[in-house]
């Protein structure tokens, strides 16, 4: 199975991007999607993440407010809708399926998660 992010692109600050993170192979409905982002010569770094009902939603503190995360059963995909843009938002933006079935918890580091996939780049200018 490989998640495949889109939706990526260039925006001035204070503009609107919508990702989209889909599963090739198989469905993700009983696994806690993530998303995060790593910016030239920095680690990935995590950004939001939302568990198999969309109950249990996790955001890094400089997203929040700005960011929304939320699956979107008609696509089978997990979308991260990102308003206020900042020039410190960009980034390869990436998502990444948990690694323990039917599980979330406030530890969303990368080890925690695979099937990357390639990312989608998000630049935002100033």
């Known amino acids: 199975v490989q998640l495949q992010a889109s939706g990526g692109g260039l925006v001035q600050a204070g503009g609107s991007l919508r990702l989209s993170c889909a599963a090739s192979?198989?469905?993700?409905?009983?696994?806690?999607i993530g998303w995060f982002r790593q910016a030239p010569g920095k680690e990935r770094e995590f950004v939001a993440a939302i568990s198999w009902t969309g109950r249990a939603i996790y955001y890094e503190n400089s997203v929040k407010g700005r960011f929304t995360i939320s699956r979107v059963s008609a696509k089978n995909t997990v979308d991260l809708q990102m308003n206020s843009l900042k020039p410190e938002d960009t980034a390869v933006y990436y998502c990444?399926?948990?690694?323990?079935?039917?599980?979330?918890?406030?530890?969303?580091?990368?080890?925690?998660?695979?099937?990357w996939g390639q990312g989608t780049q998000v630049t935002v200018s100033s």
């Open positions: 192979g198989r469905t993700f409905s009983k696994y806690a």
């Open positions: 990444g399926q948990r690694n323990r079935q039917l599980y979330i918890d406030e530890d969303n580091s990368p080890e925690e998660y695979a099937y």
